[in-house]
């Protein structure tokens, strides 16, 4: 797995000491976009992790990044979208991983 995306996975299941060790060793993750153009502040903020996204934003997130590829949203209107995705057939989760 490369390394994007499992921070944006690992954002998006609160995993704090995962997401801190992984900005520590490169901080440049916190704006980095996943090969399905969702950052890591995009997988948080879609799964209401606010302490993951406050590490991010604290280490240079950009809370207005919009996520590249099929879905325009920003880090403020993804967990709307994500909500929307729970019914079937959404493809929100294969967006934003």
């Given at each position: 797995?490369?390394?994007?995306?499992?921070?944006?996975?690992?954002?998006?299941?609160?995993?704090?000491?995962?997401?801190?060790?992984?900005?520590?060793?490169?901080?440049?993750?916190?704006?980095?976009?996943?090969?399905k153009?969702?950052?890591?502040?995009?997988?948080?903020?879609?799964?209401?992790?606010?302490?993951?996204?406050?590490l991010?934003?604290?280490?240079?997130?950009?809370?207005?990044?919009?996520a590249?590829?099929?879905?325009?949203?920003?880090?403020?209107?993804?967990?709307?979208?994500?909500?929307?995705?729970?019914?079937?057939?959404?493809?929100?989760?294969?967006?934003?991983?």
């Amino acid at each position: 797995m490369d390394e994007v995306r499992e921070i944006v996975i690992a954002s998006a299941g609160g995993d704090v000491e995962k997401v801190k060790e992984m900005l520590d060793r490169n901080p440049e993750l916190a704006s980095a976009y996943s090969s399905k153009g969702a950052t890591p502040l995009h997988g948080a903020a879609a799964q209401g992790q606010y302490e993951v996204a406050a590490l991010l934003i604290a280490r240079g997130a950009d809370v207005n990044a919009h996520a590249r590829g099929e879905l325009d949203v920003t880090p403020c209107t993804a967990p709307q979208h994500f909500v929307m995705s729970r019914w079937p057939g959404c493809f929100w989760n294969t967006v934003l991983m």
